[in-house]
DNA sequence: CGCTCAATGTTAACACAATAAACTTTGCAA
DNA sequence: TTGCAAAGTTTATTGTGTTAACATTGAGCG
């Protein structure tokens, strides 16, 4: 491991680089960053970043995986946490709350995540499917429909998982979506982020029909 | 009423340029949009639009403000297209699959809707909810309360419908996003955002307690 | 009619961000 | 030791946002 030389090379600028606009886009916002900033935070000078990064978007792009790592690892967390209650619809949603949670400590990067840029590389594309998490709250419901008593897939997917992981998902989205833009209280001042995904959530598990429904189709 | 007159006034700058943005969004997508492209397009000078907007986030504000009121036109014509059947589920899914072909068919507009640059002003504030077209969704959420045998709220809101209406929106929001990000199809290739929206809506108006429910809290 | 002024455009100028090109330093491998 | 490739630096170009100073026009008023 070589030390913080002071010389002339930085030593992990590419990283350095990284984190430095992670950080100016979490208290600048989203808007409002210069690789030139990221540069000088850095430490270098304005052209250095282009030694590692084809352009702005190449470097934002890095930012965004560690956003979606980053929610990535949280979801790990709670998943760890209510080990002892698998199976659970409380699991489900504790995921759910810890996307909203996530959308709020990290506005910036959770606007990043869904900004669009044009076009993005299938490669990246193929980091950010991995890095979703959705096999997390896959995970979880195909726990929470065994235990209610549906048959474990056991070649694959359980596609009705993956359906009602898709819609919970979209849901959280949604309603984190909504609350940073103030939305959510509309038309009614009272309302809580919280309180409308939970509830939600246990409507949507709740209505979802049961597996044995005859599916002639 | 004046024709276009070449000369030194353009009539009605202010309207064109913001024409001008939508179209440079609609075709160059959110990113990437200049004002002096806009001012170009417009056939005026790069400075001229300072005249009528204090900056370029002025001028993107109003071209938001016309993706919230072109989105709140459509979903006043899915309304009307389904007069004949007010109360029924069918209204209210068609409206959450408005809001989804919305979204793909102004994909820019859209995307700038929902894009972060820092706080608004409240009057514009005020402006987007008056547009965002929840009223409508709620309107036909409480008829179809109504004909599930709910008494009609009389006096105000209904919050039961309230609270339903900001569920299916952030519901069809986040099935929107998901497509966008080519997130949809991610474990099941065959997944259709209509399909995922509609059975997911059907879902949570089915697993919604109903109203006679003890409340007591 | 002709003046004058406010609204609306234009041009010129500045700061700053993205990025390319041409140099410089450095560590490592032959 | 030397020499090359990697990783920085400086410099320069281009484009954009924005302001300031100037120009044109039409409308209202003597």
Redesign the pocket.
């Known amino acids: 491991m070589k030390e913080k ?1 002071r ?5 992990n ?1 590419r990283d350095a680089l990284i984190l430095a606009a992670a950080e100016l886009l979490e208290d600048s916002g989203s808007f409002a ?5 990221a540069a000088r935070r850095a430490g ?5 970043p ?3 990064f084809r ?3 190449d470097l934002l792009d890095n930012v965004r995986d560690l956003a979606f790592m980053g929610l990535h690892e949280r979801l790990e967390e709670t998943r760890g946490v209510n080990l002892d209650r698998a199976g659970t619809a409380e699991t489900v949603i504790a995921l759910g709350l810890t996307y909203l949670q996530y959308a709020r400590d990290k506005k910036a990067f959770f606007s990043l995540m869904w900004e669009d840029r044009g076009q993005m590389h299938p490669e990246r594309q193929n980091l950010r499917h991995k890095s979703t998490g959705f096999e997390i709250l896959l995970n979880a419901i195909e726990n929470h429909l065994v235990a209610l008593g549906e048959q474990r897939e056991l070649s694959g997917l359980n596609p009705r998982a993956v359906r009602i992981a898709t819609q919970l998902w979209a849901l959280a989205h949604g309603v984190a979506t909504l609350e940073q833009n103030q939305l959510l209280d509309l038309f009614d001042k009272a309302a809580q982020a919280e309180q409308i995904l939970i509830e939600s959530s246990r409507a949507l598990l709740a209505g979802t029909a049961p597996k044995d429904m005859s599916d002639h189709k």
């Open positions: 030389a010389c002339y090379h930085h030593g600028l960053f210069s690789i030139t900033d270098v000078s304005n052209a250095a282009y030694r590692h352009d702005k978007e």
